[in-house]
């Protein structure tokens, strides 16, 4: 069976990529794993804005500690202020590269932040490193009262404007679905430079210790039903968009992969699943999706890929309201006899 899909401009042996969030790929010998059981791509864990920016106040710290003291100091240099600025771009930055000497599979990079400022700098470093592709992580809770949802899309827009322009590599955006208009957003971002779309991003919400008094980080791994939101809004935006969509969340079988490309994803990410089954889990979903593909005389994943998208339905209202309304009558709630 032909897996062999196209992503980013990237060739990838299967559509099965592992996911930005899985903190396993930390770990290079993980990585070799992943290839070895199915892998088409690895996503790495991502480098934030606030580590960069943190690397930054602190070299700049080091550089003019004391200069206020006499002349002299004008020339100091602190002797470790190389190990200093390098504690973690530059471990990433290794980690790229070593990634790329022990695996042929595609290595993308993840940059994951909300604000303008040092991402195109980062990212072409990350190229230089040996990252086949970057994936932009825009993670933004906006709360400035003051700010409208336009001048927020702005942002959104110039981070990516920006990074592109700088580099030679193909760029994916991870966005949230929290627009007022999402099939907008989506095609202002392919127009300013996206190769590709990650739907959706997870926002991990905070939880209150009510017994400590503190607000402490809660996650919780996607389920299945965490699919229908990003399917739903690949398959309206498929055939519409001169884009590679990626799929992420709740992805943990054969046919969850299936369904995603039917509705127009060129791979489908896998996070949760792996941290709960392990690396090789990649290799049950992968037979899986195989004995769906053969049951089903498929011969190619191009011949179902966007099969079931909007444009291909023959009712186009399936992914809209009249579904919505549909959904509402047709459900029975039970019936209770005293």
Not at 149 to 159: D, H, L
Not at 165 to 194: C, H, Q, T
Request: hydrophobic share 40%; charged share 20%; with cysteine.
């Amino acid at each position: 069976m032909d897996l062999t899909t196209q992503y980013l401009g990237l060739t990838l042996r299967s559509p099965l990529i592992v996911g930005a969030a899985a903190p396993l790929t930390e770990d290079i010998d993980n990585i070799r794993l992943m290839e070895d059981a199915g892998a088409g791509a690895v996503v790495l864990h991502s480098l934030f804005e606030e580590q960069i920016r943190k690397e930054k106040l602190e070299l700049h710290h080091h550089f003019t500690y004391g200069t206020d003291s006499f002349a002299e100091a004008l020339n100091y240099f602190p002797e470790n202020a190389s190990d200093v600025f390098h504690v973690g771009v530059e471990a990433y930055l290794e980690h790229i590269q070593t990634a790329k000497s022990m695996v042929r599979m595609p290595i993308i990079a993840s940059l994951n932040g909300s604000h303008q400022g040092e991402w195109e700098h980062t990212a072409k470093l990350m190229e230089q490193a040996g990252a086949d592709a970057i994936e932009l992580n825009i993670y933004y809770v906006p709360t400035d009262m003051n700010k409208n949802g336009s001048e927020v899309e702005y942002e959104y827009i110039q981070i990516v404007r920006t990074v592109r322009e700088n580099l030679n590599i193909p760029v994916a955006v991870k966005l949230s679905p929290f627009f007022s208009n999402m099939a907008n957003i989506a095609k202002r971002l392919v127009d300013n430079g996206a190769s590709g779309l990650v739907l959706f991003n997870r926002f991990y919400q905070p939880d209150i210790d009510i017994e400590n008094l503190e607000v402490t980080p809660n996650l919780i791994l996607s389920s299945p039903l965490d699919m229908r939101l990003p399917m739903r809004w690949i398959a309206m935006l498929y055939g519409r968009l001169d884009v590679d969509f990626a799929a992420t969340s709740g992805i943990q079988r054969g046919t969850d992969a299936i369904k995603m490309l039917m509705a127009g994803a060129k791979v489908t990410a896998l996070v949760a699943t792996l941290l709960r089954h392990g690396i090789h889990h990649i290799e049950t979903i992968e037979t899986e999706m195989v004995q769906w593909l053969e049951e089903h005389e498929y011969l190619s994943l191009e011949q179902l890929r966007g099969s079931m998208s909007q444009i291909n339905c023959p009712d186009e209202s399936a992914f809209e309201r009249a579904q919505y309304m549909r959904a509402i009558q047709s459900y029975q709630p039970e019936r209770h006899t005293l």
